[in-house]
């Protein structure tokens, strides 16, 4: 099986397009969404839309569920939450129905998804640090797991000894006697001083996971963010991938 892994679309459908068309070359069976559809940028409907149509399932992250009024308002920086409020204005009942539907973990027989982390996932806790990974590798009723949320990739990795360990390298080879947790980066909006979007492919034949990243139109986006009256530092940000 291989799936595609994304992450923190944040309504920026230049970079989603992207990622689609990149995935198209690399035989997927499955795609997966970890949440955070919307927010910050100007296409939630659309995004939305290819989501549905794309992923097989898909979890809650802060932004969708702020967006519905599940998740408060008062946990937003002032700039997220006017992103907030322009999202609602600018999605329909149906869009908002999919957002309110979604359920902040998923778990099967190959993996876990998060959007934060394992440890009350409806609070979408940041996984910054080893010392907040232990307490979602305690949760781990598998071994592998993916996250998003803080925009970086990276993995935490729990070897049979029970120590974690901290990797940004692209490429995660898969050990049956390891835990891992996988965070897929940012497709909309990156945050680790790379601007290209960022996404996952985990192929459990080969026990691989692999980060990728690919190249999109930042100038159409940015400009979309500032003709919609959106802050203006949310398109320049995308500049920066940070």
Request: charged share 25%; hydrophobic share 35%.
């Given at each position: 099986?291989?799936?595609?892994?994304?992450?923190?679309?944040?309504?920026?459908?230049?970079?989603f397009?992207?990622?689609?068309?990149?995935?198209?070359?690399?035989?997927?069976?499955k795609y997966?969404?970890?949440?955070?559809?919307?927010?910050?940028?100007?296409?939630?409907?659309?995004?939305?839309d290819?989501?549905?149509?794309?992923?097989?399932?898909?979890?809650?992250?802060?932004?969708?569920?702020?967006?519905?009024?599940?998740?408060?308002?008062?946990?937003?920086?002032?700039?997220?939450?006017?992103?907030?409020f322009?999202?609602?204005?600018?999605?329909?009942e149906?869009?908002?129905?999919?957002?309110?539907?979604?359920?902040?973990?998923?778990?099967?027989?190959?993996?876990?998804?998060?959007?934060?982390?394992?440890?009350?996932?409806?609070?979408?806790?940041?996984?910054?640090?080893?010392?907040?990974?232990?307490?979602?590798?305690?949760?781990?009723?598998?071994?592998?797991?993916?996250?998003?949320?803080?925009?970086v990739?990276?993995?935490?990795?729990?070897?049979?000894?029970?120590?974690?360990?901290?990797?940004?390298?692209?490429?995660?080879?898969?050990?049956?006697?390891?835990?891992?947790?996988?965070?897929?980066?940012?497709?909309?909006?990156?945050?680790?001083?790379?601007?290209?979007?960022?996404?996952?492919?985990?192929?459990?034949?080969?026990?691989?996971?692999?980060?990728?990243?690919?190249?999109?139109?930042?100038?159409?986006?940015?400009?979309?963010?500032?003709?919609?009256?959106l802050?203006?530092?949310?398109?320049?940000?995308?500049?920066l991938?940070?």
């Amino acid at each position: 099986m291989r799936y595609g892994i994304f992450s923190d679309i944040h309504s920026n459908l230049e970079a989603f397009s992207s990622v689609i068309e990149a995935y198209k070359k690399e035989s997927i069976d499955k795609y997966l969404c970890i949440g955070d559809v919307v927010g910050y940028a100007a296409n939630p409907a659309e995004c939305i839309d290819l989501v549905r149509n794309i992923a097989k399932v898909s979890v809650a992250g802060n932004h969708d569920w702020g967006t519905v009024n599940l998740f408060s308002i008062d946990y937003f920086n002032p700039v997220a939450a006017k992103a907030i409020f322009w999202t609602r204005n600018n999605l329909d009942e149906n869009r908002s129905n999919f957002l309110e539907s979604l359920n902040p973990l998923y778990k099967n027989e190959d993996l876990t998804l998060a959007h934060g982390s394992l440890n009350n996932p409806q609070d979408f806790n940041y996984m910054l640090d080893t010392d907040i990974a232990v307490e979602s590798f305690k949760l781990m009723e598998n071994n592998i797991c993916f996250v998003g949320h803080t925009h970086v990739p990276g993995v935490f990795i729990q070897d049979k000894n029970y120590k974690v360990t901290y990797s940004n390298e692209e490429n995660i080879n898969i050990n049956s006697q390891d835990k891992y947790i996988v965070n897929v980066g940012s497709v909309g909006q990156p945050r680790d001083n790379n601007p290209k979007a960022s996404c996952c492919i985990y192929d459990t034949d080969k026990k691989e996971v692999r980060i990728k990243r690919i190249n999109y139109d930042i100038g159409t986006a940015r400009k979309k963010i500032i003709d919609a009256r959106l802050p203006n530092f949310l398109g320049d940000r995308l500049l920066l991938g940070r």
